[in-house]
């Protein structure tokens, strides 16, 4: 049997005239996140943390920011992929754990709607999704909410 972990990290900007989507959902805020795609933070990391595990680059070599087919992209797709590559070298995922970084907006009340989201797209139950949240105690660009920062650690399992 063989298991392997990876992590994952994002970063993006905020910026006025942006929907702010984080976890597969859009939450209400003056703010969103900036990007190629929609910007999803979140997402991303578990993304990055993904191929991370399997050796197989990160998010902007198998989706480039370049690239006019992930314009605006919904983040869900690119999960989506990204565990139908991890699917097809015969790993499952056992579980997410991720933090997120920002000031504002306060989580905790869209927990529950991401682990559905996160959960779903990788097959597993909600209780396998762990999303928490902190603020940078007003220090740095989250602090000064110019931005908002995922990290993410996944385990993954050889199905037999």
Not at 8 to 16: K, N, T
Not at 45 to 73: E, Q
Not at 83 to 93: D, H, P
Not at 136 to 148: D, N, P, W, Y
Request: overall charge negative.
């Amino acid at each position: 049997m063989s298991y392997r972990i990876g992590s994952g990290v994002d970063f993006h900007q905020l910026a006025e005239g942006r929907e702010l989507w984080i976890g597969g959902i859009q939450i209400p805020h003056h703010k969103g996140s900036l990007g190629h795609s929609d910007a999803d933070v979140l997402l991303h990391a578990i993304c990055d943390a993904l191929l991370g595990a399997l050796s197989l680059g990160d998010i902007g070599i198998h989706f480039p920011n370049t690239d006019p087919a992930y314009r605006d992209i919904d983040s869900k797709i690119l999960l989506r992929r990204t565990y139908e590559l991890i699917s097809g070298k015969g790993y499952k995922v056992v579980n997410v754990d991720s933090t997120l970084c920002l000031e504002a907006p306060k989580i905790k009340p869209w927990v529950p709607q991401m682990q559905a989201v996160i959960a779903g797209i990788l097959q597993v139950g909600n209780s396998d999704v762990s999303v928490k949240a902190t603020t940078t105690e007003k220090m740095g660009f989250a602090g000064r909410e110019e931005g908002l920062m995922a990290y993410a650690t996944v385990l993954l399992k050889k199905e037999s």
